[in-house]
């Protein structure tokens, strides 16, 4: 399964002459992306813009991800008009944006139109909760302790999906395994969901998760692994570094990495005996930020594992399930 990553106002990045014969060689705006980011982070808007309009009406397979972008480019742009007609839109469509985020209260403090696209999505999301499935190893024995792990599904994906991406030798006869899925869904008609950041109502439910498995079944509370898919990843870096939830330590695949991760806080995971096992693709957009990480755990003579797959991109490779068997004993060992 593809995974596709959503991140409102912090994701977005030629030339305004440049032709859409050029634009041409794309199959995909998946393919656009790190192009687009780049001229987000050079803050050449009008550029990112053409590149996302140009995906917009070109690949309607990825038309969420596409007004997902533009949204937020034409925010950063000052063409709110522009931005709230494109969320409506997309609201007629199940799509969802996470427009209820704080983040946007400086764009649209006196904006009717936005304010009214938050108020719909805040009735979606108000009744909708984490869930959550167990899957025990071939043989349990309710006498004998177990590994956790956990898994946090990327964006525009669910909790079935990610079942079948993280699927091992280890998990199937080590670990117990706890695939969850967020209440907030990016695509209502699809059944994708996506996760919020820095969300009280994500991190209280996923604690209950986490207290509810390990009261019920016989855990090894010394040997807990959250993992997760890109968006997931973020999750489960933030969890870590921010100490949210008790754990031994991560694997993560092409994780987008929170900037707020401190000094301190790699320390803190340091000298805790954490583990962290990452594995990405060269050509991943997030990579440069990925590589910074594990440098800096590195020198404060962390235990890190890190996997570069050449030619590869923001994916799961073919071997995903033995990287991910290696990993798995590797944390716990």
């Not at 006196?110 to 499935?133: D, M």
């Not at 395994?177 to 869904?185: D, E, K, T």
């Not at 962290?276 to 890190?304: S, V, Y």
Request: glycine share 6%; hydrophobic share 35%; net charge negative.
């Amino acid at each position: 399964m593809r995974s596709k990553i959503l991140l409102p106002l912090c994701v977005l990045a030629v030339s305004v002459s440049t032709s859409f014969a050029q634009l041409n060689k794309y199959n995909s705006f998946e393919e656009m992306i790190p192009r687009t980011l780049k001229y987000y982070h050079d803050n050449q808007l009008d550029s990112a813009i053409l590149l996302a309009e140009y995906a917009y009406k070109t690949f309607p397979a990825e038309e969420e991800d596409a007004i997902t972008f533009l949204g937020g480019l034409y925010t950063r742009n000052a063409q709110y008009k522009k931005a709230t007609a494109i969320w409506k839109a997309g609201h007629e469509k199940g799509y969802c944006f996470g427009l209820d985020n704080p983040s946007y209260d400086k764009y649209y403090k006196e904006n009717s139109n936005f304010k009214e696209l938050a108020r719909v999505e805040r009735n979606w999301y108000q009744n909708s909760h984490i869930e959550h499935e167990v899957v025990l190893p071939s043989g349990y024995d309710k006498d004998k302790s177990y590994p956790l792990v956990f898994v946090l599904h990327g964006n525009s994906s669910n909790m079935k999906w990610a079942k079948k991406s993280w699927l091992s030798e280890v998990m199937q006869t080590e670990y117990i395994s706890v695939f969850v899925q967020s209440y907030a869904f990016s695509n209502k008609n699809k059944g994708e969901y996506k996760w919020k950041y820095d969300d009280d109502k994500t991190i209280k439910e996923l604690r209950n998760i986490y207290e509810n498995v390990t009261e019920s079944f016989p855990v090894d509370t010394n040997k807990i692994v959250f993992s997760g898919m890109s968006a997931g990843g973020y999750l489960a870096l933030q969890l870590a570094f921010d100490e949210l939830i008790p754990m031994s330590g991560l694997v993560v695949n092409c994780p987008v990495v929170p900037k707020d991760i401190s000094d301190k806080a790699i320390e803190n995971f340091v000298a805790q005996k954490k583990r962290i096992g990452l594995i990405t693709g060269e050509n991943d957009f997030a990579i440069d930020n990925q590589k910074r990480l594990m440098e800096k755990i590195d020198k404060q003579g962390g235990n890190t594992k890190l996997i570069i797959n050449k030619d590869k991109g923001h994916e799961y490779v073919e071997e995903f399930s033995s990287l991910l068997d290696d990993y798995l004993e590797w944390i716990i060992e």
